[in-house]
């Protein structure tokens, strides 16, 4: 009794001198919704994948079709989202839209491997990338919720022109440091754009977006500096492993391979499907 009502105290203060004084409970909710479902769903998977008896398994329809969960994170956003704006400042059914919204995010998150893949990676090595960009939302919603705008940079006299240009220079330092694989110096440099500046002028890593398009056979140089610079076994590899085993759970290797092959048919069945769509709209001239 003595520890509840000082924790019940500390939490209305926070929520009314903290939050609802500064206008941010709604983003506060949505964060709050986000973590839960993510917590909520991964503990799921692994009680599935675990084969727990008594902990109900994956959504079917009556043909067997897996209904993946991110359909129910959209659902829930699109649903949070238009109540929400609809019911604009009227609380609290803005906050209870907030939570709801935050909800469907954590959901729909979880399996960002997929929109990304187009494949169930879920359990496999590519599936761990929703492990990375959960941490990263996480991170960019609770800035906002404790204050940080970065966009807040430019003078108070600055022009609509000046402010543009701002945001699009900072922007574009931000998208250069993620493109490179430099998550943490990305997120941030949301706070201080230094560091996403010194992210851009560096290496990017060898299997990121930025290497995959201008580095490779382009720049056999560049990929090999890369490799060489980032190699497998690093301390700071083996600290977000060992993050993603304990948030995310392991992958199974059968599936990473299986995965693997299933991806390397995709892109085979795309080229061929591409090169066949190519001789119907240009087909071969051909002898009358």
């Known amino acids: 009794m003595t520890v509840a009502l000082p924790l019940a105290s500390f939490i209305t203060d926070f929520w009314n001198d903290q939050l609802v004084a500064n206008d941010r409970q709604g983003v506060f909710l949505v964060l709050v919704g986000f973590l839960g479902s993510f917590a909520f769903i991964r503990m799921s998977t692994r009680m599935i994948r675990a084969e727990v008896s008594w902990w109900p398994g994956n959504i ?93 940079a430019e003078s108070e006299g600055a022009t609509v022109i000046e402010s543009i240009i701002s945001w699009a220079i900072i922007i574009f330092f931000l998208g250069a440091s993620f493109l490179k694989g430099r998550r943490l110096h990305g997120i941030l440099g949301v706070v201080f754009t230094p560091l996403a500046i010194y992210a851009t002028c560096r290496i990017g890593k060898p299997d990121s977006a930025w290497a995959h398009h201008r580095y490779g056979e382009k720049h056999p140089k560049k990929q090999a500096k890369a490799e060489e610079r980032f190699r497998p076994g690093r301390r700071t590899d083996r600290f977000k492993e060992a993050f993603r085993d304990i948030v995310g759970g392991k992958p199974s290797e059968g599936v990473t391979h299986a995965t693997e092959e299933a991806m390397a048919a995709t892109r085979e069945a795309g080229e061929e499907m591409r090169a066949r769509a190519e001789r119907i709209v240009h087909p071969d001239d051909r002898d009358d």
């Open 60 to 152: 079917e329809s009556e043909g067997g079709l897996h209904v993946h969960h991110l359909v129910f994170g959209i659902i829930t956003m699109m649903v949070a989202g238009t109540v929400g704006f609809a019911a604009f400042g009227r609380s609290p059914l803005t906050e209870i839209c907030a939570f709801f919204f935050g909800i469907g995010a954590g959901l729909t998150i979880d399996e960002f491997a997929l929109w990304v893949y187009l494949e169930d990676v879920y359990w496999a090595e590519q599936g761990r990338s929703s492990i990375d960009a959960t941490v990263i939302a996480a991170a960019l919603i609770g800035m906002i919720v404790i204050g940080i705008n970065p966009f807040e």
